[in-house]
């Protein structure tokens, strides 16, 4: 062996061991105590702290607040209302005599009602109610988008843990391997480009190592961003997954048309447009009106507004009206409530079919993904029966380094997609709750 191979192969040697150590610091550090979060505690902490689920809750308590027969114009209305005038005349008759000034006081109070204004009151309140079931559905739609997006992040976590894990075991594999070629060397069984390559191929695990350590951090800190709580805050996942069997289409579409978020919202569009235009229409009736009152008036000579000697008086009113013409503005108004049904209808529908195909689609992808996974486990099986048998060989030096290689990548590989094939079929299976409605319930299960 060459005087410049010895020396290559020496700094190699000592600079393989650098990213194994930083692979041992940041495995020293990932046994650290952390907080056991299962996937029921973090959808718990993102309903009770998540800002969109906060806000959503709030546009929900507004929506609802506004449900009142006073809003909707139900209830008579009681005024209060005082005031003074001062008046200041000169008096001529035949000579001029003198000045005069008059003050009067007055105080009243007055209660008026709508009795009849073509039912456009009525309708009024059916409108707020129908914005308040609206406004309920809408923050349930939010809520679901939040669950969603809480169980996507906490599998990423549990994703990337896993690959983490397997970066791990690669890496001490290439490890073990490296430190037989070593021993072999120094007994004269393994040249140097063994030795080599055993550290060129430790040196890309460590590599891929310290990049899904990264990739874990960076899932960590979108789940707790989610979960509204810091950044940095350390923590472990569950990597159980249980799947839930017997989903039929039929059945599912069914449970969507009647719980589906979306479409309930589409559906109440439509109710909303269909009572502005009885709304509008209402303008086409005369309204009738009400109103009694109590008041205190008192004149006084000169400057003095009080109420000390007040002459009490009741009034009462009826009065009917009813608008001619307006510049044809009640027509527009029906007009446009008459299209805005007819696109609410269009929308409806839309709406409809989008659940439907939605619901087909996500259905087979979520079936497909859990073929997908079962032949990724059943790959699994030939990847380690094919990794022990070939490192069998290899320790007796009747396989090559690069058919151990292959074994090895292979191994980790299957053990990579089986861990992605397991959360993304999950995924698919909330995403179909969703759907169907039955998001929050099934969470609860």
Known sequence: MSQKTIFMFESLKKAAWLPFILGLIFFHSDLAAQEQLSLDNALELALEKNQSVKVARAEAEISQNNVHLGNAGLLPSLDVSTGFSYQQQRQIGNVVTSNSAMTTTSAEIEASYTIFNGL???????????????????????IEEIVVSVSEAYYDVANAHEQFLYAK?????????????KKQSEFGQANAVDVLSATVDLNTDSVSYLNARLNLDKAKRTLNVLLNRDAEMDFSVSSDVAFREGLKLEALK??????????????????????????ARAAYYPELSASVGYG????????????????????????????????CQDAITTQNAAI???????????????LLRDLSNTLQTYQNSRNVLNFQQQNLKSAELNFTRTKELFEVGQATVTTFREAQLNLIQAKNNISAAKYDAKVYELQLMRLAGKLVDYQRK
């Open 120 to 142: 456009k009151n009525i309708y009024t309140l059916q409108k707020l109610k129908t914005a308040g079931t609206l406004g309920d559905l809408q923050a349930r739609s939010t």
């Open 169 to 181: 075991e690669s890496l001490e594999i290439s490890n073990q391997r490296l430190a037989r070629a």
């Open 254 to 279: 069914e449970l969507a048309l009647e719980n589906s978020a979306a479409y309930l919202i589409a559906k109440k569009n439509l109710e909303q447009s269909e009572l502005e235009l009885k709304i």
């Open 296 to 327: 205190l008036t008192e004149y006084a000579n000169g400057f003095n507004p009080t109420l000390s000697d007040p002459i009490k008086g009741v009034s009462a009113s009826v009065s009917l009206s009813m608008n001619l013409f307006n510049g």
């Open 340 to 354: 805005t049904i007819n696109n609410n209808e269009q929308l409806e529908e839309k709406a409809k079919l989008e």
